[in-house]
């Protein structure tokens, strides 16, 4: 299965996702892996028997969200300079979100910019986060608060890497799958009320729309300047819920499970969407195992982080809403009231 990647002008880039076994690899320059020691003891090995190249190095950096940073990206590129890469070597993206997001805001910066090849071995980076050219580090401010949007060559999603996912990992990948089905298709959320995710073919089959559909809305607008700006439901939200947590509760895939819940009960507060459909993703979300109910401490503190939020400017916040399922609208200038109305459906109940 082979998904294109085909950016408009002025800046055309066309690449390929291929979804299938992962094929041999060669390569005419120095190459180096970016992967984590987790991704590494299972899958490694297997990997470095599909690359070629004249100079094949490995960086192993550590694994979570919490060094998702400045100072990790920093090592990466020191371990580039120590190797000798010029703007003819290739980095390799060989993990999850994190490590592919890492790589590739590495590669944009390493000499101006060199090539990057994404192989991403969770569930949420084979469907969303590998796919699109979004890369970038946290920072104490927010999440993604530091990046650039650089498409990497080609991104090779194989099945197979997916057998040592733990389960909640697995299901942080769904979250992300059940956000596309919400905002664009509810026939295909329809079929993931009855999929077996455990059966291959319905996996790629899932696994292929969600790329389909992401890869529509990137053609259309790579940088975020309109409909990809859908992409962000459940993560306006998602992401206070991981800046409050210090990134070490949830998996973001987690976040955004409960950020989708928050988003539909401002939906529904809004006319947007019915109470019954609101119910209806909230158990296709828990079906799987995923978080939907989130404890807010300061109703006050929670609303001015949207603040930090990237999707914010001129001081308005912009949330992403589901009109019904299928369908979406991008909000702005609520009445601060209304929003914090919301949220104290959310707030810590006295005892």
């Not at 050219?133 to 990497?152: D, E, M, R, S």
């Amino acid at each position: 299965m082979i998904v294109p990647i085909e950016l408009l002008p002025p800046k055309p880039v066309k690449y390929d996702i291929t979804i299938d076994t992962l094929p041999s690899l060669t390569f005419d320059n120095k190459v180096v892996i970016v992967t984590n020691p987790t991704v590494a003891e299972y899958h490694l090995d297997t990997l470095l028997q599909k690359v070629n190249a004249p100079q094949l190095h490995v960086v192993t950096v550590p694994d979570g969200e919490q060094y998702k940073t400045l100072e990790t990206v920093e090592s990466i590129l020191n371990e580039c300079f120590e190797y000798k890469l010029d703007r003819k070597s290739l980095l390799i993206a060989f993990g999850g979100g994190v490590i592919g997001d890492m790589t590739g805001f590495t590669a944009s910066l390493y000499q101006r910019g060199i090539d990057f090849v994404q192989i991403p071995t969770t569930l949420l980076s084979q469907v969303d986060a590998s796919v699109g050219g979004k890369t970038g580090v946290n920072n104490k401010y927010g999440k993604n608060l530091i990046g650039a949007f650089y498409q990497p060559k080609a991104v090779y999603i194989d099945t197979a890497f997916l057998q040592t996912l733990p389960k909640r990992e697995f299901a942080a990948g769904f979250a992300e799958i059940v956000k596309m089905a919400v905002m664009f298709d509810r026939d295909y959320f329809n079929f993931l009320k009855t999929a077996d995710l455990s059966d291959e073919a319905q996996l790629k089959e899932t696994i292929k729309r969600s790329v389909e559909l992401k890869a529509w809305v990137v053609n259309q607008d790579e940088k975020e300047a309109g409909i990809r700006a859908v992409l962000n439901y459940g993560h306006t939200f998602g992401h206070v819920v991981e800046n409050e947590t210090h990134y070490t509760e949830y998996l973001h895939g987690e976040a955004v499970a409960i950020g989708m819940v928050m988003a539909n009960a401002l939906a529904v507060k809004l006319g947007l969407m019915s109470e019954e459909e609101a119910t209806e993703v909230k158990r296709l979300l828990a079906s799987h195992d995923l978080p939907v109910d989130y404890a807010i401490k300061d109703v006050d503190d929670f609303y001015e982080h949207f603040f930090l939020d990237k999707k914010s400017a001129n001081n308005s916040i912009k949330f992403i809403l589901p009109e019904h399922i299928g369908g979406h609208r991008i909000v702005k200038d609520l009445d601060e009231r209304v929003v914090k109305e919301v949220l104290r459906q959310f707030e810590v109940k006295d005892a």
